[in-house]
C-alpha cells in the first residue's frame, strides 16, 4: 500500500518550497509534487491594465536568480505583441547580457552542487567555503567567474541584476567602445576560468557517479546508476538565447503550450502515513500532518504537447548538439557544457556590435478617436502632451524604417493611393458560445425523425488508447472576438476630403470598429 511522505522545506531551493511524495512498500517513489510559493504562473494577469513597458519590470520580480532572463522574456512579449523588430546591435547588447546572466547562474549552481559532491579518492563531502586547498582555490575561481558575469551584465544591462537598459523596442543606450573592450577583456579571462571549472566540475560529478552510496543525515544511502532517469521529452528554443515569434523560423510554437491548473494535475488531499526523524532540517513531515498539493499548489503546470517536458542546460544541448546522457548526473553535466559556450558566445557578439550603430527601433504612435482629458490617466495625458494635439481613445505604434515624421503631425487617409494594397487588422464580430456546425461547418447528422444525431459533435477520442482528448480537437466554444488580418485588399478609391478608403474585400469586425491599415507585407504592384 502506497505511503505518503512530506518534505517540507527542501534546502537549496529560491522561496519555501517542498515535496509531497507518495512511495511504494520498497521505498521507490511512484508520485512526487513539488510545491512552491516563488515561481508564480500567470503572471500575466499582474499585467492588465499596465502599460508595455511597466510589463518587463512586473516580470523580473517573480525570481531573484534569473530576473534578467525574465526582463527580456517580458521586453520580447510586448514587442512580438506590437510586432516591433529592434535593431541588430540592440539584439547583440541583449544576447551579451543574458548569456552573462547564464554565466553568473551556472556559478552559483556550483556553490550549490558541490555540498553533495566527494573529494577524489575519499568518503569527504566538499565544503565550498572551506580555506583548505584545492577547495579554496576552486571557491575563487567560482567567485570571480560570478563576478565576470555580473560586471558584463552591468555594463552591457545598466544593473547586474535587475536590468535597466533594455526597453520596448531595443535599448535605451548603446555601449561605448571602452565599454565594448572591458567586456570583451572580461570574457577572455573568462574564457579560461570556463574551461578550468568545467574540466574540475565532470571530474568531480564522474566520481561522484560512480559511487555505490552516499551519506544523507547520517545514513549511507545506496545511489541508483538511474538516478534521475525519465521519459519525457526535451524543450529548447535556441542553444544560448531565446526564440521570438518574430523571428523567420521561430525555435517553438505557442499553439503546442497549454497550461494545466493545480487541481487538474496535483495529488488530493492526503496524511502523512511514513516520517523519518533524522532527515536533514529537522526530519520529514511528522505521520499524521495534513497534505494537500491541489489546493497549495500555485503554479499551474506547463505542457508541451500535452506532456510535461525538460528544459534547461541538458534540453538545449540535446536539442542542438546531439547531447544524450540521461539522469542527475547528465543534467549537471551538461550545465557545465555550457560554461564556454556562454563567453564564446559574448566574444562572438562584441565581434559583431557597432558601437555606433542603433540600439532603438524607430517607430510612430498615432492616436485616434478624440476624447476628453478626464477620460484619460495622468501618466497618458503628460504623453499626449508631447504633441500638443488633444487626447484620443486609441493609440497604437507603428514602426519605420526611417524617420521624417515630427510630433503633433497629423497622417490622413492620402498616405494611400488608388491600385495600393494593403493589410487591415480588426476584431472580428463576437458570436458567443457556438457549436461545432457553426463554429467549424461540420456537416452534423441526418435531419430524419428520430435519429438521435442532429448537430452534436459525435467521438472526440478513443477511451482506452490514448484515453484522452488531443490538443486542438475542433469543439464547441467561444467563436469570434479575434485579432485578425486580412492581407491584399486593393484600395479602390481615396477620398481626401472624407480622410476614407473605397477597398475591394472583407475587412474584419462590426460598424463603428477600429482597425489598423498597413501597406501589404505580400503584394506591393500597383495595378495600371
Known sequence: ?????????????????????????????????????TPVRGVEKLALGKTMDQVPKIASRVCGICPIAHTLAGIESMEASIRCEIPRDAKLLRIILQCANRLHSHALHNILTLPDMYLPGTDTKINPFSPQEPVRTVAKRI????????????????????????????????CTQHAKTKMYDLAKEGLVLAHEQMDFMIAIL???????????????????????????????????????????????NPDRWTDVRPWDWYMGEGEVSLADPSYPIG?????GTKVNPQMEACTGVPLYDGSPVEV?????????KNYDEKGTIGQQVARQMEYPDCLYTIINA????????????????????????????????????????????TLREFRLEAGGYKPGEELCADIFKAGDYVDITGTSKGKGFAGGVKRHGFGGG??????????????????????????????????????????????????????????KGAVPGGKQGIVLIRSAVKKTTVEK
Open 206 to 252: 564522474r566520481n561522484y557517479q560512480k559511487r555505490d552510496w552516499a551519506e544523507v543525515g547520517g545514513k549511507q544511502i545506496p545511489i541508483p546508476k538511474t538516478l534521475g532517469y525519465h521519459n519525457q521529452g526535451y524543450m529548447a528554443a535556441d542553444p544560448m538565447y531565446g526564440s521570438s515569434s518574430l523571428d523567420e523560423c521561430p525555435g517553438w
Open 143 to 174: 567567485q570571480r567567474l560570478r563576478e565576470i558575469g555580473q560586471t558584463i551584465g552591468e555594463i552591457a544591462g545598466g544593473e547586474a541584476v535587475h536590468p535597466s537598459n533594455p526597453r520596448v523596442g531595443g535599448m535605451y543606450k548603446a
Open 1 to 37: 500500500m502506497s505511503k505518503i511522505v512530506e518534505i517540507s522545506p527542501t534546502t537549496r531551493h529560491e522561496g519555501h518550497s517542498k515535496l509531497v511524495l507518495k512511495v511504494d512498500d520498497a521505498g521507490i517513489i511512484e508520485r512526487g509534487d513539488w510545491l512552491s510559493i
Open 446 to 503: 441526418r435531419a430524419t425523425h428520430g435519429s438521435m444525431f442532429h448537430r452534436a459533435p459525435g467521438s472526440i477520442g478513443a477511451s482506452a488508447e490514448p484515453s484522452r482528448v488531443f490538443k486542438g480537437k475542433k469543439l464547441p466554444g467561444r467563436m469570434g472576438g479575434e485579432r485578425n488580418t486580412i492581407q491584399n485588399i486593393k484600395v479602390l478609391l481615396v477620398r481626401p476630403e472624407d480622410n476614407a478608403l473605397l477597398v
Open 283 to 287: 526530519g520529514t513531515s511528522p505521520v
Open 350 to 393: 562584441l565581434d559583431d556590435y557597432n558601437p555606433n550603430g542603433k540600439v532603438l527601433a524607430e517607430a510612430v504612435q498615432l492616436g485616434y478617436g478624440r476624447i476628453k482629458q478626464k477620460h484619460v490617466t495622468k501618466p497618458l495625458q503628460g504623453h499626449f502632451r508631447k504633441a500638443d494635439k488633444g487626447f484620443f481613445r
Open 312 to 320: 534547461g542546460p541538458r534540453a538545449r544541448l540535446v536539442q542542438f
